[in-house]
């Protein structure tokens, strides 16, 4: 499975922006994407993540209501909706994709990323 994200850039407080997630080759073993973000100097962070056949999502607390995870089964491309954006959202966003054995939340089990992209949120 190939995974490319895209859709981060420099955006001001308060804004939004919706990153996109495209999917490709063998994604029918594809049981959850998510959503990690890291930080300059910090651990790779779940935000979010879909289960792929159903739509099930599952947040990170502090996104809540803020986040919106979603995809695009035809499309097969995987979408966070970011509203509100605060400055400690600052981080390079990765897509990931596995299969049905271990959590979601532990980025160790996922087994397919993208490259990332960078949101930069300014005060």
């Known amino acids: 499975v190939q995974l490319q994200a895209f859709g981060g850039g420099l955006v001001q407080a308060g804004d939004s922006l919706r990153l996109s997630c495209a999917a490709s080759?063998?994604?029918?073993?594809?049981?959850?994407m998510g959503w990690f973000r890291q930080a300059p100097g910090k651990a790779r962070e779940f935000v979010q993540a879909?289960?792929?056949?159903?739509?099930?999502?599952y947040p990170l607390d502090s996104a809540k209501g803020r986040f919106t995870i979603s995809r695009d089964i035809a499309k097969n491309t995987l979408y966070l909706q970011m509203n509100m954006l605060k400055p400690e959202d600052t981080a390079i966003y990765y897509c990931?994709?596995?299969?049905?054995?271990?959590?979601?939340?532990?980025?160790?089990?996922?087994?397919?990323w993208g490259q990332g992209t960078l949101v930069t949120v300014s005060s």
């Open positions: 879909i289960r792929w056949s159903d739509g099930d999502t």
């Open positions: 990931a994709a596995k299969g049905w054995a271990g959590s979601y939340y532990y980025h160790s089990n996922y087994d397919f």
């Open positions: 080759g063998r994604t029918a073993s594809t049981y959850m």
